[in-house]
């Protein structure tokens, strides 16, 4: 069956603009999370979605930060008023409920120029 | 909250040499320790899960050990080969399941 996807692959974007990050999660997957990957560094956990609850954000850097998911699937990271600092690979997981496994998608590169 | 310790940040063998990567973890509550790598540009791949009930766990060329009263586990890999060479990441997970906290990455290359 399909993966995790994510779009757009690539973002190049100007400092101060607000961009929109989209993540379809695998069919049929209660939980979903954001994680941010600097360059040469590990995953950061952003946000975390399970069902119809109200989301973990305790990962978020700062209020410019934020994420809905909408119908319990797709979701769409923002983040308002770029800074160079937020240019990262921005990454994607998703697991069946009751399971730990998450499963990537691909993965958004943004950079702030 | 978890704190995931990895070790080391860069690791270099000889094709059909073992490889060994270790990880600490700071809640004892954490339950479950999976095992990523990630090919330059691409996704992070699941190679090897434990969890802690379970003081070992093997597939293939691939183990995984669990230390749960020292609060570390390791990843090991024999008989390397240059397909091998990714950044391997370690991560834990507690008992609210909420999210991954990862290692740095350890940086494997394995030359012929």
């Known amino acids: 069956g399909a993966g995790v996807s994510q779009s757009p692959s690539n973002k190049v974007t100007e400092k101060g603009k607000d961009v929109e990050l989209r993540c379809d999660p695998i069919s049929g997957h209660t939980a979903l999370y954001w994680y941010r990957q600097s360059l040469g560094q590990g995953l950061e956990f952003l946000i975390y979605f399970q069902g119809n609850s109200a989301p973990d954000k305790s990962g978020l850097p700062s209020d410019r930060f934020s994420a809905e998911r909408t119908g319990g699937s797709v979701s769409t990271l923002t983040i308002q008023r770029t800074q160079q600092e937020d240019s990262a690979v921005y990454l994607c997981?998703?697991?069946?409920?009751?399971?730990?496994?998450?499963?990537f998608g691909p993965g958004t590169r943004l950079l702030v120029l | 909250g978890e704190n995931v310790e990895q070790h080391p940040s860069t690791l270099s063998v000889q094709e059909g040499d073992s490889a060994v990567i270790k990880c600490t973890y700071s809640?004892?509550?954490?339950?479950?320790f999976p095992w990523y790598k990630q090919e330059l540009g691409k996704r992070p791949q699941l190679i090897i899960d434990?969890?802690?009930?379970?003081g070992e766990k093997k597939d293939q060329r691939i183990a995984v050990t669990l230390n749960k009263t020292a609060k570390h586990f390791s990843l090991h890999i024999t008989e390397t080969q240059p397909e091998d060479s990714a950044v391997y990441f370690c991560?834990?997970?507690?008992?609210?399941?909420?999210?991954?906290?990862f290692g740095k990455g350890t940086t494997l290359s394995v030359s012929s």
């Open positions: 809640d004892s509550a954490s339950n479950y």
């Open positions: 997981a998703s697991t069946r409920w009751g399971q730990e496994t998450q499963y």
């Open positions: 991560a834990a997970v507690d008992q609210a399941g909420t999210a991954l906290i």
């Open positions: 434990i969890r802690s009930n379970v």
